[in-house]
């Protein structure tokens, strides 16, 4: 479980999260929602620890993470855009995850097979395709067997076989009990997996609770149109 006190960040003058207080329980698929510029990226890489909040705290598992960084072990990470050294071959750059990691964690044959990368393992990562380096970044993500898994827009540019196997993926390690936050701007993909949706606008939590009760708030059948109404009631009350 993570849970987040009163933290708040600014970039300048820009203030980016405006005192979040948040708790992300294990076993559930917790989405971060929100517009560009809303605050999700500065939140989630908060809580990877690639930012430092001005203020506030942050909790793994009952444990104060500041200053404490052995607790990113324990997270599988799967970026929006996979960037790793371009000269490096797959297995290589595998290999130096692990390294990185001290782990002698294997590749799950399962995922090679499903994701057919058993032929793309010796190709430069400057040669794959979007997609493919996608399926690569699920690999990584999942190696470790970490117990909190963190997806930003995890489905863009997979084709539709690998899409649905990813989301399979997801509810096996679900049931595990695992802590699990999805970013996605694919609506039905969050009312697909998700169990509680965190909406997020000008650095405020303007909603967080389950989808059924977000649906049943905005009198709407699609998460996409909730979401919708909800940024539109938000904007004309901070406008008034």
Known sequence: MI??????KKFGNVTALRKIDLEIRSGKVTAIVGPNGSGKTTLIKSILGLVKPDSGKIFVDG???NGDYSYKRH????????????????????????????SDSEINPELLEAFNLYKE???????LSGGTRQKVSVLIAFMFDPQILIFDEPTSGL????????KDLVRKEKQKGKTIILTSHIMSEIQELSDSIVFLLDGKIHFHGSIDNLLAEQEEDKLERAIARMMTEVSNETYK
């Open 3 to 8: 849970r987040i006190e009163n933290i708040e």
């Open 63 to 65: 444990k104060f993470v």
């Open 121 to 127: 393992m010796n190709k430069p990562f400057r040669t």
């Open 159 to 166: 084709d539709p076989v690998s899409s649905s196997y990813f």
């Open 75 to 102: 997270i599988g990470y799967m970026p929006q855009i996979a960037r790793y050294p371009e000269n490096l071959k797959v297995n290589e750059v595998i290999s130096m995850i692990k390294d990185l990691r001290n």
